[in-house]
């Protein structure tokens, strides 16, 4: 049987099945696929480039093959322009129908702290892994780590999409091994029980913006100007953001445990909270009065249906699809746009027969020049990615197997916001 890869309406509609009718799924291979895929070359640079490329199994099932195209340093200043390379590319390959272990997505102590890739795949006990979402980083100093978009572990949606049209999600679900990439949207809302009030949600994880009218205002309930609502778990941090506001925390029935008219508690594992600033302050006392709620989480796809969320699925942020369906659609940048212009970057992506590739290109070295936006699309053809995004890369791209950095960053090694690593074993519950 051969899996038709539409993206998350396909992926979607595999949520289905049973489990283990997932896992019974036999993928087909396109005759010819890898003979091509061993002897085609990266489409970057002049064609006469010398290309080497050097492989090794890590696992059954699971293979690390690094690319050096181009034998000379590149001259400083050329790296954004030399047609002459060089560039190093590392690939992971994770075959399911021959890999024992699975996929999934990691942070580290708590979903607002930054850890180095290295770092979460050694705490993972993981073979393997990449640095992976777009994350709040200098932007943030309290909560560097924050997802700047989908943040979804283990099945619990604990960041919600953006609406940004270029952001794209890279799903997994680690109990088969199957992926997708596509774009979610999300909505939510709290329903009190009794009295049918309903308020609804902003953000999933984030901190609440004071509008700037009303920030020397301690009692935000005098507030006249729209604010934020936003709930918050356990996994987010130590304690909740502090500020003014008020905050409402729910026990694990979505009952009214404690209100405040600061914002900023520790959460109990079970416990979630909601916090308001502005005149949502005032809608959320009115709604959490004498009751319990009723919370609402809904993700649809980009074709408007709903996306189930279930035990063992993870999901990540990156920008801009690379690859649709096998065709290259990298949309163009406005001129003297740096994010399409030449720097390290990680791809994650899908094989026409299933298989998972993740890849990284390092950058803004002599050593290895990077790539535009367009290059990176062209690569991830090359590599044989059906469909492919582009994550978080810059500093942030980086790869470890066994333990140790296999690319070389630009720079030192960034602590980023969270990864994508191929942990041995079948998938067991917890993030």
Known sequence: MTVSHSGLAGFR????????????????????????AAASTLPIGDADLTEVRTSSTLASGVTLTRIVRGTEPA????????????????????DPR????????????????????????????ALAGVN?????????????????????????????????????NFVVDANTNRAAAGKLSWSGSVRNRQTGATLPLEFINHPPVVPAGCAALADQTQCTVAGDVTQFTPEFA????????????????????RTATTRGTALAAGQTSLQATGQETVTLLAVAARGCLQRTSTLVDQDGERFPVRPGLFGVNGRYRLTANGQIV????????SFFARNPRTIAGTTRDGKIVL????GRQTTSVGTTLDETAAVAEALGMYDAVNLDGGGSTAMAAEGVLVNHPSGAERAVGDAL???????RSGH
């Open 13 to 36: 509609r595999a949520g289905a099945l049973a489990a283990a009718a997932l896992a019974a799924v036999t993928l087909g291979v396109v005759p010819g696929a890898r003979a091509e």
């Open 238 to 257: 130590a304690a909740t953001p502090s500020g003014a506001g008020v905050e409402v925390v729910l026990n694990r029935l979505g009952c009214v445990v």
């Open 421 to 427: 690593v191929y942990m041995e074993g079948r998938y």
């Open 330 to 337: 990298v949309p163009d940048g406005a001129p003297g746009d």
């Open 98 to 125: 021959r890999a024992r272990g699975h996929l999934k997505a990691t942070y580290g102590p708590n979903l607002s702290q930054v850890e180095k890739t290295t770092d979460l795949v050694r705490a993972s006990s």
């Open 132 to 168: 992976a979402s777009f994350f709040t980083f200098t932007a943030s100093q309290q909560y560097p780590g924050d997802p700047v978009g989908l943040g979804l572990f283990g099945g619990k949606l604990l960041s919600e999409p953006t609406t940004d049209p270029a952001e794209v």
């Open 75 to 94: 001259p400083a200043d050329q790296i954004n322009t030399t047609t002459r390379g060089p560039w190093v590319v590392n690939v992971l390959t994770i």
């Open 359 to 362: 890849a990284t290109i390092d």
